[in-house]
């Protein structure tokens, strides 16, 4: 059921391999719910910038997770 499933704590993730800026760009999009628009708009960068680091940001994350 949804209540069975939001008591189950989410892990939080270790963004500390991240620099700065995709650290922001991740709270921003998973956490906050922000379009890449409003996050481009929100840090003053283009939006390619912002799918790029995104793409950096998640490869590094999985790699991280997959314990290399």
């Known amino acids: 059921t949804i209540e069975a499933f939001n008591s189950v704590e989410s892990p939080k993730l ?3 391999s ?3 800026i995709q650290q922001q760009i991740i709270m921003l999009d998973f956490y906050d719910g922000y379009t890449d628009e409003e996050i481009a708009e929100q840090l003053n960068i283009q939006i390619p910038t912002v799918k790029q680091e995104k793409l950096k940001a998640l ?10």
């Open 18 to 20: 991240l620099t700065d």
């Open 59 to 68: 490869d590094t994350l999985r790699y991280t997770l997959k314990g290399n």
């Open 14 to 16: 270790d963004l500390s």
